[in-house]
């Protein structure tokens, strides 16, 4: 079974092909980035338009890369939600129309099953049970894995995800967008330890997260101190990005201990921050545990792990009629088990 796999939640136009015995047969992305980049943030508006103008030509691309046609194809997924409406519009209005008319099975697939299931694509595989550690733009969760599709969300952050808080922090501090990674990048000439920053709910017993203190309190660090002079900035952004992964971390350590899980997927845009992959595999060590990750490109956005979470459901005979709607909000917590 050859699966197309549509990702276009937000501000990526992923495109990829999957095959339940080659695996990953082609994948390519195009990225709004630019797009963007002169409004500091994500118009809509314009990422509905841009997935539009791009969906065509990235799977007329796509189909070349594999030397295949429409006709190889033997089923369709797309990126059902969470997400922008109208980007994820796109998307299903897409897939389901190109279904309707090749008479093919379609399904909608939760973004965030995607970032989950991409650590899969990968050689070395972590055995289940799992604790997977989402973190994203607009995510962040600890999910127990019991088995492919049946997920229980254990945490989840009560205001900002971790990555809309690296952006938003990188906003206040005049660098350009997309912020995180470049905030990222800044940490890694800074002083960790100069500014103390909160470390919200870390002392709680829960498994929930809260981001939106700590870019207030930084956002007031950054009133106080002159962030033109380059060490500054560099040791602001080190100790704001200290204040996330020791949450991040020391919850995942929490939530693993707790449920009995050594094996950690982490997943997600935040994924590809290289301190919390430090500090993660320092702290799973202890326990005898480790984490796994997709490759630093599938970290982000892209296609591939829709058409590979498609394709999981799709062979377990899962579908949707055409009478497709999108989810803007959705748990993981509901979908149907494989
Ligand atoms: O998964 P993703 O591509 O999109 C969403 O589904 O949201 O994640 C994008 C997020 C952005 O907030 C970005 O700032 C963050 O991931 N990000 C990072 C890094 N690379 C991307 N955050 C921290 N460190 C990084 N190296
Ligand atoms: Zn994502």
Not at 57 to 84: F, M, N, V
Not at 224 to 252: G, H, I, M, R
Request: glycine share 10%; with cysteine.
């Amino acid at each position: 079974m050859l699966v197309l796999g549509i990702e276009s939640s937000c501000d990526e136009t992923g495109v990829a092909l999957y095959d339940q015995h080659l695996g990953l047969v082609a994948h390519t992305l195009y990225s709004q980035v630019e797009t963007h980049a002169r409004y500091g943030g994500v118009v809509p508006e314009l990422a509905s338009r841009d997935h539009i103008q791009k969906l065509l030509p990235l799977i007329e691309s796509l189909l070349a890369q594999a030397s295949c046609t429409l006709s190889d194809i033997d089923g369709i997924a797309y990126t059902a939600g969470p997400g922008l409406a109208g980007a994820l519009l796109v998307g299903a209005a897409f897939a389901h129309s190109l279904a309707l008319a090749r008479h093919l099975p379609c399904i909608g697939i939760h973004h965030m099953e995607g970032h989950l299931l991409s650590p899969l694509l990968e050689v070395e595989q972590p055995p289940l049970p799992f604790l997977a550690l989402l973190v994203s733009g607009g995510h962040t969760l600890l999910v127990k894995v019991s088995a492919l599709g049946q997920y229980q969300v254990l945490g989840e952050s009560l205001d900002d995800a971790a990555g809309e808080a690296f952006d938003k922090t990188a906003k206040l501090m005049g660098l350009p967008y997309p912020g995180g990674p470049r905030l990222a990048q800044l940490a890694q000439l800074g002083d960790a330890t100069r500014y103390p920053l909160p470390r919200p709910l870390l002392h709680r017993q829960d498994l929930n997260f809260s981001f939106s203190g700590l870019k207030t309190a930084t956002a007031q660090l950054i009133q106080k101190v002159d962030c033109q002079q380059a060490q500054v900035q560099a040791d602001v952004a080190a100790s704001f990005q200290a204040a996330v992964v020791d949450v991040l971390t020391a919850k995942t350590l929490q939530a693993a201990r707790l449920h009995g899980l050594k094996h950690v997927v982490v997943s997600g845009g935040v994924s590809a921050n290289t301190r919390l992959r430090w500090q993660l595999q320092q702290g799973l060590q202890v326990i005898g545990g480790r984490a796994y990750y997709p490759r630093l490109e599938f970290c982000t956005d892209n296609g591939a792990m829709i058409a590979f979470a498609g394709c999981l459901r799709l062979a377990a005979g899962q579908h949707n009629q055409h009478d497709f709607s999108v989810k803007a909000r959705w748990s993981l917590d509901e979908l149907p088990s494989l």
